[in-house]
């Protein structure tokens, strides 16, 4: 039997639900924020990603050449496609650009727990805008998400830093500009790797490093941070913490990462500054400060999964969304005709309706209507022409007849 | 400056709305017909396509080698992933199974008019019943869901056909059974070759097929299916039409094209029966009868932007999608914190919400107001603790107090 490829999920109908939630979730309160939908393809140039993503990224791709003979990949992240599609239609649109975007993404690489070779990842974005005021806006969007999810300041926090912290320091100590990117992607690494390997791989510049994530650090700006997002009572959803550093190579300002409080996930969501990248890959062409952040639905559902407020709350959500309103039982044959012109009716008048497809006994077809979740089922049989309703909840009946059946309806369901 | 592959597409806000409005109406449908939706990977090997689908789609594929040497393919069509996914779990549903997705789709092949190298596509299918009433339901569910986008028996027709029509002709014919496929393939081709061509490629059955497609075929089923839709009063819907005999090798039995009524498009929707599928990809561990249908976005899209019913339909749907609920105008800075903690407010309560990111001038502000379809704005100034609600489609203002501002709110709004 053929099994779907290593890394890659099927969806069944219940997986399909629990997909659906977070996704409607991701574009609800996008909405409320006033962030426009977006997409780009999921096949591009590989150019894209191997012009500025740096390296880890590209060692990733699921790439391949075409039968055009292009270098194309599979999408790994968004931000590329972001900048190329905004240097293309800049002119289309008034700045600041708020816009969000839901889709799959891929990687090929050793799958563990919260990481498979597809997720899908909502991205959001504000184009257009150096003043700060963007990064609490963003920060506020990407908290005020979760907690749309049932998650509370004691499931998840923000780990709030700034390249910037890191960057002033280095011009500080002399650092040449070339090695930044070295010494920060060391920084990131470094809750990942020993004392040791980290202090060994910054050299002259262990000790002052070492203490400050020790210590911590901070700055005006990331206190302005917080307090913007205190002044939304939103404060106790983040912490200041330099030693997040993002592995990207085009962040430049502000970076922060979502994490579990207990600490035992992967980071449910990533983003920051990207000032540069736009007028980078329109080569200089179009220039416009950017931020964003991407948060995938795996790690975000294994944390709902973990938290009972959270889990029930899609659970109720995937009932709902599964369940249909009505029932046909037919339990004469002779009523068939009349049973699925009303199917019919009722469909068209928004109601979900299912009936059994071929004769079946009267006890099947209640199980099938509890199995679906019916609010009510209608029974076509010898009461002709009055019919029976019942109120599987309550278990309720009652007998009426065909033609007022649209006005009871009305009341027992709504849709 | 870069762009995207040939054949693939970039969805800027107003696309992106287009295709959520075309996604929401098959949603909605399918669950209204209780149909459950899922989704398989958009990578599959490329062995589950070679085995089943005839040649004319694995010329098609967009397949490579991945870095663990396996063949693979970015995913043709659905049907496939359906029959291995239901071999797969069958014993966990109750038949029939009546399953939707939506999905994304790609072919390598030269583009045309309504046809690129990737699109979207709702696949409906019903796996497990025999019984010809699946064939109604089905049917009936993909004209249901074409007149749900404000489309009429004078924009489309359902052409329906049956293999079987065929398959008993030829076996009347005495034809071996291992030249069948090479026919049904002819068959299927001759409305777009020339006759000289399609009677070549017959040879002795010219004659009799000829005037076949010539005078129309007719077969009791194929009226007994158009009965079943009459009794819910969709025949007007469907023409019988023997032409159709559909390109993939795995269709048994009923087939039918859904094509617009002026015959200047490419087919909206395709499906039929494949009863045989699920055993042989499953190698006969798993014998279930199946039939479906797949609608793809490109044409849809084409034939609801030519239609003004439906047009206008879909801009409406866009318009309100788009809109936003209230735009907070700062006229005073002071007043920004006052604005942004009832921003936040209002925004936890389920509004859409904007406000500008920087001091701005009021002037701009309600232009700004008007380019996001706000509702209301509500300036926040002078008049503090007063604020001034202006509703924007009736230029009506008033003074409220920002005590009472929620209950006022929600008599303007509703979300």
Redesign the interface.
């Known amino acids: 039997?053929?099994?779907?490829?290593?890394g890659?999920?099927?969806?069944?109908?219940a997986?399909?639900?629990a997909?659906?939630y977070i996704f409607s979730k991701w574009r609800?309160?996008a909405?409320?924020?006033?962030f426009?939908?977006?997409?780009?393809?999921?096949?591009?140039?590989t150019?894209?990603y191997q012009k500025k993503s740096g390296n880890e990224i590209v060692g990733q791709l699921?790439n391949?050449?075409?039968?055009?003979e292009?270098e194309?990949a599979?999408r790994p992240e968004l931000t590329p496609?972001l900048a190329?599609?905004v240097?293309?239609?800049e002119r289309?649109f008034?700045k600041?650009l708020?816009?969000f975007?839901i889709g799959?993404f891929?990687r090929?690489e050793k799958q563990q727990r919260g990481r498979l070779r597809?997720h899908f990842q909502l991205n959001c974005d504000?184009v257009g805008?150096t003043?700060f005021?963007?990064d609490i806006?963003l920060i506020?969007l990407c908290i005020?998400i979760l907690r749309a999810f049932g998650l509370t300041e004691k499931d998840f926090v923000v780990r709030i830093s700034d390249r910037e912290f890191w960057t002033d320091f280095l011009r500080q100590q002399k650092l040449p500009g070339e090695r930044w990117e070295e010494v920060l992607q060391t920084i990131d690494k470094s809750e990942r790797e020993p004392r040791e390997k980290t202090a060994e791989k910054l050299g002259d510049l262990a000790d002052p490093i070492l203490s400050i994530l020790q210590e911590g650090g901070r700055s005006e700006k990331l206190d302005r941070l917080v307090d913007g997002l205190g002044?939304?009572?939103?404060a106790q959803f983040v912490d200041i913490d330099v030693r997040i550093v993002r592995g990207l190579a085009y962040y430049t300002g502000t970076v922060f990462e979502v994490f579990d409080r207990a600490g035992k996930l992967r980071a449910i969501a990533g983003g920051g500054r990207y000032d540069n990248l736009i007028g980078q890959?329109?080569?200089g062409?179009v220039s416009l400060p950017a931020l964003g952040f991407a948060m995938g639905d795996v790690v975000l559902s294994e944390l709902i999964r973990d938290r009972v407020a959270a889990r029930e709350k899609m659970e109720a959500a995937a009932r709902n969304e599964?369940k249909?309103d009505i029932y046909m039982v037919i339990a004469k044959e002779e009523r068939r005709?009349d049973a699925?012109?009303q199917t019919?009716e009722f469909?068209?008048n928004?109601?979900?309706?299912?009936y059994p497809?071929?004769p079946t006994k009267v006890a099947k077809q209640f199980q099938?209507a509890e199995?679906?979740g019916a609010t009510i089922a209608i029974l076509y049989g010898d009461e002709w022409p009055q019919v029976k309703i019942k109120t599987l909840a309550t278990r309720e009946e009652k007998l009426i007849d065909r033609a007022s059946l649209r006005g009871s309806i009305r009341e027992l369901v709504s849709v």
């Open positions: 039997m053929m099994q779907p490829l290593p890659f999920r099927d969806f069944l109908p997986d399909c639900t997909r659906n609800e309160v909405r409320r924020y006033s426009a939908e977006w997409d780009g393809p999921v096949l591009e140039p150019e894209l699921f391949f050449v075409d039968k055009g292009r194309v599979l496609t190329r599609v240097a293309a239609h289309e008034k600041p708020k816009w975007s799959q891929f090929y597809e504000i805008e003043d005021s963007a806006e506020a005020d002044a939304r009572d939103l890959l329109s080569d062409a599964q249909i005709a699925l012109a019919q469909r068209e928004g109601y979900r309706v299912d497809l071929t099938a199995d679906l």
